[in-house]
């Protein structure tokens, strides 16, 4: 029998398993006839261990290779810190002037996440905090003009329909009716809430312009790139509050509920 030294090791195995035990241990004499086949099952499995373990190396190798590869994640841009004070004067509120908490939100009427919290919380933070008195809400002009083309359009016809009295109004005629946001569309929306349409035409030639770039001044002043955006404060002298909260997008009612219930029972000092 010509043996190797892989035939040697599994001769070695044999032993160790008892399976070359003396025949004097076993009483009888040792029966070799089987032993080829056993040393050749062990050889094999042997073998499929060795490709096994090259196929590990393999993946391991492949592994590294791509973690290397892989750019560096960049790091998170920092958040800008909260502006000390934002003016709350001249722009459109409801609620109790006297609330101990005003919100004053930055909005697009043409984003659809400005859309999604007026369909989903604004109605319910009027229900239970605005109509209550517990909270005035404050509204800021903030049209994303690059991606958003009749968003700023729209946030002039507001203040027109402002002008008139009726800014709620329009502001949830432009919510609930997105798509139409061009401006002859815009003049149609004044018609059906009866406004005076001649003042609305002058008005909306240019007059309000600026009071909507005053909003976007603002709000970039404070740290605001998109929308929706909300910032809770407390009331200060002059028109203006002090702004100890911000929460950013299109956030569930209760997010909204969890902030102003610890806001109001822990008010925070207004100077």
């Not at 261990?49 to 592994?63: D, Y």
């Not at 009716?177 to 401006?183: D, E, F, R, T, V």
């Not at 004044?190 to 008005?203: P, S, V």
């Not at 997008?249 to 509920?257: I, Q, S, V």
Request: aromatic content about 8%; proline content about 8%.
């Amino acid at each position: 029998m010509n043996f190797t030294h892989r035939t040697v090791w599994a001769l070695a195995a044999a032993l160790g398993a008892g399976l070359l035990q003396p025949a004097a241990v076993r009483g009888q004499e040792p029966d070799l006839t089987g032993l080829p086949a056993q040393v050749e099952k062990l050889n094999a499995g042997q073998e499929a261990l060795r490709k096994e373990l090259q196929a590990v190396q393999r993946q391991l190798q492949q592994i590294t290779s791509l973690l290397k590869a892989r750019p560096a994640q960049p790091a998170a841009a920092p958040q800008p810190p909260l502006p000390a004070e934002l003016v709350t004067d001249g722009a459109p509120f409801k609620g109790s002037p006297d609330a101990p908490l005003t919100i004053v939100e930055f909005s697009d009427f043409q984003c659809p996440f400005c859309r999604q919290h007026w369909q989903q919380t604004y109605g319910q933070l009027d229900r239970d905090y605005i109509s209550t008195g517990k909270v005035r809400y404050v509204f800021r002009h903030f049209p994303l003009e690059r991606i958003h083309p009749q968003a700023f359009k729209a946030s002039e016809a507001t203040e027109c329909a402002a002008a008139q009295g009726k800014f709620w109004e329009m502001h949830d005629r432009l919510f609930a009716n997105q798509q139409a946001l061009m401006p002859a569309d815009l003049v149609k929306h004044a018609q059906a809430l009866g406004l005076d349409e001649t003042r609305f035409e002058a008005c909306f030639a240019g007059q309000t312009t600026a009071r909507v770039r005053a909003d976007l001044a603002m709000g970039a002043q404070a740290g605001v790139s998109a929308t929706p955006n909300f910032f809770l404060g407390v009331p200060m002298p002059g028109g203006k509050i002090k702004v100890v909260r911000k929460l950013s997008g299109a956030l569930p009612f209760a997010t909204f509920k969890s902030t102003i219930d610890g806001l109001l029972a822990s008010p925070p000092p207004a100077e």
